[in-house]
Structure formats: C-alpha cells, structure tokens
C-alpha cells in the first residue's frame, strides 16, 4: 500500500505544472562540478558549482540528470553524462583506467550514433590521451580531494551538455531500449505486465542514512530471496513504478514542508489529493514552528482556527474533512530504510484524535504541546537524536489514532525525574507533568489495561480525571503528596532564599517513591522554615500554614505516609506537585499578602 500510494502521489507532482519532479530515466542529483570542452573534445577548465551565500554556501547545485541507479559491489556501473571524477576523468589509483573504460563505453553505446554537435564533443573528449591537459595541478588536487559529481557544457553553449534535447533524447531511448531485455513480469503495485525493477531506486535526504542514498525496497541476502528471483525481483515491482515511488519519496524527503525529523525517524506525510490548507494542517501538527514562516497568513489563520476547533471537539471550518492523509516514518539502517509506521485515514477521523491528544497533554502554564518538542523529555540532556525510536512510534500512533501511548513513555518520563529533577531548563517540569496526565487520562478514557479501543470505553475512571490546573479536591495519595512537596519547597525558598540545594534537588526522587522514609523529616524543617517566615513576613507564613494544614487534612488512613507510591501514584505525584507549584506562583483575588518580591514565573520561554 506504501508504494502505491506513493505511486499515485508522483504521478500527481507530474502533473502539476509548478512542481519540479524528475521525469523517468531522470532523477535530482548534487553536481560540485562543471567540465567545460570545445568542439574537438579539449578539455578547457573545471570550474566549481556552488549555491547560496555566506554561511549557507555550498560546494554542489542540485540539478535534474540523467537517472543514476544504485551502485554497490566492485563491478563498473558508470553513470551518464553525471559522475565523479574516477569515471570521467580516471582519477582513481586502483581502478581509474577501468572506471574511465566503462565510462567510456556506456557513452559511446547512448551516443554512437547522434550527430548532436555536444554529443561529438563529448565522444572526442573519451578518445583523448591528454583530456585533462588543461587542468593545473591545484585544481586535479581539489577535484580529487573534495569528490562529488561533474556535468559537461559545451563551451559557448547557453544548457548544460545533458540538457541539450538530441542528448535528452537519446538517453530516454537508450533506457527504454534497455529495459525491453529485462525481467518482465506483473506488477505488484499496478497489476500491469511489463520489466521489473532489479533495483529499488536510492532515496537520499534521510538523515542518518548513506549520503549516496538508501533503498525502501532490498533483498541483500539470499535468504531473504525465494522462487528463484534475486534482488528487487522478489517483490515484482515494474519500473515504472519503482521510479516514481522512489522519485515522490526523495522529494516529500526534500521538502521541509512534507517532512520532519523526530529522534532519529523522518516522517514523511502528505494528502490524496491537492490541499494546500490540509497539507499545512498536517505540518501544524508535527512541526509548528515550520507553519509560523509561512507566507500566506490566510492559510495560516485558517489553520490556527482548525487547531482550536480540534481542542474544543467543535466541526472543523474551511477544512475538507474527507480528505485522506498518510504519514510514514522512516529510520536509516546502512544502505536501507525501515519503516516504523504507516498511518493513513481521513482527515475528520484524524481531527477526533488529535483534538484527544491536545486535551490530554494540556497542563498549566505549558505552551508547547508538539510531540517532537515534549519527546525531547525522554532524551539524556535534551539531545534530539537520542530519543528512543521505539517512543517516537507508538506516540505517533497514539496522536493519530487515540489509542494509548507506550508504556515505555510513562516510565521513561518517571526515570527522567528522578534522575536530574527536571534542572535542565525551567520548562522541563511542566512538559513531562504534561506527559505524565496525557498517559494517565488516556489510560482512564481507555478502560483495562488491555483495552485498545480507538474511541475508548464511556465509563472514565473518575480517580484518574486530571484536569489541567490544580484540582484541591482530589484524593489521590499521590497526588496530594506531590501538592504536600510543592508547598514545603516554596515555604523554604521563601524562608532561605536560593539556597545551594533545595528539597527538590535532595529528596524529590525518594518523596515520589518512598514517602514515609522523608516526608516526617521535611514537615520538621517546614516548621522551622515557617518560623523565620513568621519573623519578617507573617502574612506569607499563613498563606504557607493554611496551604499546608488543608493537603494535610487531605491525608488519612492509620499511617499518615505510604511506605511506598505505585508507578500510576508516582505520576500523579508530578502531576500534583507542578500544578500546586504553579498555583502558588499564581496571584488569587483573596490572596493578603502578595508573591514574594523573588518570585519566578512558572511558564515556559522556549
């Protein structure tokens, strides 16, 4: 379904006018340099292809060539009229005279017969003994050095040799000719009769993936292959097809508005048909800040309005509902491509899900709710690249389709917390309390533990409704405990001052878990903490003391405080602790006595 899917997706960029998609037999390609020749085949320079300026200059141009295949192993495979300088001009200490050989043979063989003039030229340029002699030592060194693949221009000749139409078509000829004597067989993407793709085509632009591209579609090993077919034979794929698969999947990997990287997967998406409101909905979804640059503001606003409408459960505007998405993820593995995930439904079922997803990862004070931004939680220090694949999967699955997150999330946000307290930055805390309720809440909406209905089961369990600010009648041990932590740590950050290391620095972790071994010695020193309090700011002391005797009335039970918390208690835990955290910063109508002159602002500034 990928593939004809992503089939019916280039055949839609082909015809449209304003989109700049290979035709077959051609594909985009990263030339650093131009060879120039005259008419008797001499080689006049080489000069150097560069684009953008400043710190954005790059040492290539990416240009429409003839099709370049995938190349592996130790045989020759030249490519046309685009290659590096090992075929073309013999640079290379091993195998330069046999790569040169066959370079020059599969020129001759397209173009033996043109009488094009740059055709002539190019053919002489092979004959030559000495057709780099007019290149200095310093510009061979540089080629050698620095790679990358060369075109040719005639010299005085406005296009580029490849470009010239006698040139053009003799290679289209060359490559339908050739494919007449392949395999032939039926498709399994089009159902059609014709040759079948020995190779899937190279699909560059994945990070972390070969930089000469890497195969959606491969069989390396023979037992992978059955029936006697070897390589891309066993999936019976036309070449057709597999062209323009491989073609629509490198330009949705190109296009900054059609993809994203989470964690080491690319995510590829796009629509059934042309929507450019639709296709920005899409991006708004996994990458906002891609959306803010946006040049039409009217698409822009009527996208901010279907985001809104998605929160509040209301119909969406100005939005074709039946419209149909497809997301595909994407991960590099050497020279191939796993897939991690394909979604696809239309756009009203996909609205229902993702209005879910932002009710449940609303917490206070917390703006950003992208997936790509609240998994960053779950990474050591940050680091985009480290977040767990495994995660970046089912939570995508999860916003999409409103079954519930991983596992995995949950208790990879709780060993985040208890290994570095959420110091990093001041948001942390605030997206994984985020984190934390959205898996609770859905965990609730679903039922069982085994339940995975997408519309989930009515009967909510109410112990698990978490709403978005502080809920002071709320019962869970958990969760009063963590509002108990909250108000001890801001009564001694009001009595001290900053302070070195505070009790969340010291006994969050063991609060969290083992809240009897700690809790006795904190409520001792909050005592202490209220009496300087008292001393030069008793209004604020009463604030802190009916703050803390109304959670302490919440506690009961013969033993004041639970030897241990559950994993769902621990959650509930952060959960309270951030949301009373943030009410205690938050001035109140009936408040006497104002926020302390060094109070911190609890919303996020990334």
Known sequence: MILQELNKYYERLLADPDCKVPARHWSEEKAAWELRL???????????????????????????????????????????????????????????????????????????????????????????????????????????????????????????????????????????????????????????????????????????????????????????????????????????????????????????????????????????????????????????????SAEDQETVEKVHKALQNMELGLPLEDIDTETRYFVLGLAPNAARLAVRFFETDTLGRMAESFGAYLRDVSMADVRSRSLRTLLLQTAPMGASDQIPSTLVNGCMHAMLTGRAFPQALYYTVLSRMRSDHARRNSWDMGQRAALLKACLTRKARLGSEGSNERDGVANADDERGLTVYLDKERANRGYVLGRLFAIMEHTQRSALGEVNATIRDRYIGAASTTPARVFPHLLHNTQNHLSKLRKFNPGLCVKFEKANDEVMGMIDGPDLFPKTLDSEEQGEFFVGYYQQRVDLWTKHADDDEGEPADAEPAVEDN
Not at 132 to 154: K, Q
Not at 260 to 271: K, L, M, Q, S
Request: glycine share 10%; charged share 25%.
């Open 38 to 292: 005259s008419a008797d085949g001499r080689l006049l320079g080489a000069y150097p292809l560069t684009t953008g300026e400043g710190k954005d200059l790059r040492k290539f141009v990416s240009m429409r060539v003839p099709e370049h295949t995938t190349r592996s192993g130790t045989g020759m495979l030249p490519f046309f009229l685009c290659d590096n300088a090992a075929y073309l001009l013999g640079y290379d200490e091993k195998r330069g005279p046999e790569k040169l050989a066959s370079a020059r043979a599969l020129h001759e063989e397209v173009l033996g017969d043109s009488e094009d003039e740059g055709a002539r030229a190019l053919l002489r340029f092979f004959e030559r003994e000495d057709r780099d002699a007019g290149l200095d030592g310093a510009v061979r060194a540089e080629i050698v050095e620095g790679g990358g693949f060369a075109v040719f221009r005639l010299d005085g000749d406005r296009c580029r040799l490849h470009e010239r139409p006698a040139v053009a078509a003799a290679w289209t000829a060359h490559c339908e000719a050739r494919a007449a004597g392949e395999v032939v067989g039926r498709c399994s993407v089009t159902g059609e009769e014709g040759p079948l793709a020995r190779l899937f085509p190279q699909v560059t632009g994945v990070p972390g993936a070969q930089s000469a591209g890497a195969s959606l579609v491969s069989f390396n090993l023979q037992s992978f292959e059955s029936y006697g077919k070897s390589q891309a034979y066993n999936a019976s794929i036309s070449e057709s097809a597999a062209f323009n698969a491989g073609s629509a999947l490198r330009q949705l990997c190109a296009d900054p508005s059609h993809r994203v990287r989470i964690g080491e997967t690319t995510v590829v998406f796009w629509t059934d048909r042309p929507a450019p409101v639709e296709e920005a909905l899409l991006l708004s979804m996994f990458s906002p800040d891609e959306l803010g």
